[in-house]
């Protein structure tokens, strides 16, 4: 059924703005765009526009977060030219213009008040389609070519039955997401490698098989030659190749192999405070039972095993389970980026938003947040440059 809808959508000659890639940022860039006059294709390979929504938050969208702020994003000083001083604004604003509504929960994480990732989706899908966005699906960009001051799209179908089309468009925004940009690379536009963040770590250190499974709050170090390189706090989940859990996907933006991971498995007691308890009762209050037993298998008193417990020390050997990393680092290098536009002064007409560009953030609804504006930023910057053709 998606196959034949999509194999329906008559695409038309010529458009304004092509949005090559139909996620977070291309369908805020394309109802940005649309709405500024634009008329807008939307090239989507999946037979829908906005699946990889529905994979977010576990499944209940973290689509922003009430304390946004540049520092939380690699390349800081890029994103706040890009967000500016309305960055939370600016996304609370586009999804009430979509009649969503907004909750917040712990950590000033924000979500729909229903708690499911499809009513984001529904919204933006409809909000482009009230703004006579085409939203062409099933289709992948084979090749581009400039003509004139004009690109020329050459699309394939990514079903059976389709047919190959051309496209023409005086702008064109690549919101194609994490990984390997062809489309990017193929106009020339340089690129950082890409690799999986906001992913569990891989560690040596501990019986991390014994603590499969075990949860506790920490306060983590990520340290390099004797440098700190970041510092986290929240909870922690001992998988069997390592850490998992917020604190694990947040260093995992700046992890490296040899790196080392100093914890405090105690966090919220004072170490003195932690001694004279454990005197009283032992570590039962303290500690999880696995983990006691983990901190002391080295021998010494239940005083020693609390001490311990304030200084464990990970070695990091690599990222773990990258094919559920929330997030992809790399893309479009920011240096060949306007911040105020997104375009590509190289190559004129030419915008990227999303995480098509090598910006990444913390856990939290940062992410999402950046795809959402930049998206914006991006659409309403083609809009423009086709209105002044």
């Not at 190749?241 to 007691?269: H, K, M, Q």
């Not at 006691?292 to 304030?310: F, I, N, P």
Request: charged content about 20%; hydrophobic content about 45%.
């Amino acid at each position: 059924m998606l196959a034949a809808q999509a194999q329906a959508v008559q695409l038309p000659a010529q458009v304004d703005v092509v949005v090559v890639g139909g996620g977070a940022s291309g369908l805020a860039a394309a109802i940005t765009a649309a709405e500024a006059g634009a008329s807008v294709v939307v090239i989507e390979r999946a037979l829908e526009c906005g699946r990889s929504i529905l994979a977010t938050g576990g499944g209940r969208c973290n689509l922003a977060n009430t304390y946004l702020s540049a520092e939380r994003y690699r390349h800081p000083g890029f994103v706040s030219a890009v967000c500016g001083e309305r960055f939370l604004a600016d996304v609370l604003g586009f999804f009430s213009a979509c009649g969503l509504a907004v909750a917040e929960e712990d950590g000033g994480r924000l979500y729909p008040v229903t708690r499911e990732a499809s009513s984001v989706r529904e919204v933006l899908v409809a909000r482009a389609r009230r703004t006579h966005v085409t939203l062409a699906c099933g289709r992948e960009v084979a090749g581009v070519s400039r003509v004139a001051s004009d690109y020329r799209l050459e699309l394939v179908p990514a079903f059976e039955g389709g047919r190959r089309e051309t496209l023409g468009a005086q702008a064109v925004v690549i919101a194609t997401g994490g990984g390997e940009s062809s489309l990017a690379r193929g106009l020339g536009l340089p690129l950082v490698d890409a690799r999986p963040v906001l992913c569990p770590l891989a560690c040596e250190g501990l019986d991390f098989p014994a603590l499969d499974g075990r949860r506790t709050r920490v306060a983590a170090t990520l340290v390099r030659n004797g440098s700190t390189i970041a510092r986290e706090a929240g909870e922690l989940l001992f998988r069997p190749y390592g850490i998992s859990g917020i604190v694990s996907f947040d260093l995992s933006r700046n992890a490296l192999p040899g790196d080392r991971v100093a914890l405090d498995l105690l966090p919220e007691v004072d170490a003195g405070i932690a001694r004279e308890l454990t005197m009283r009762g032992g570590t039962v209050g303290l500690l999880d039972d696995a983990v006691a037993a983990q901190l002391g298998k080295r021998g010494g008193t239940a005083e020693d095993v609390v001490s311990r417990a304030k200084s464990v020390e990970l070695l990091v050997t690599g990222t773990a389970d990258e094919k559920r990393a929330q997030v992809t680092a790399g893309g479009v290098d920011v240096s060949a980026l306007d911040a105020l536009t997104l375009a590509c002064p190289d190559v004129p007409g030419v915008f990227v938003c999303g995480e098509a560009v090598d910006v990444d953030g913390a856990c939290g609804g940062f992410n999402l947040a950046w795809a959402w504006k930049s998206g914006m930023v991006a659409g309403a910057s083609a809009a423009r440059l086709a209105e002044r053709r």
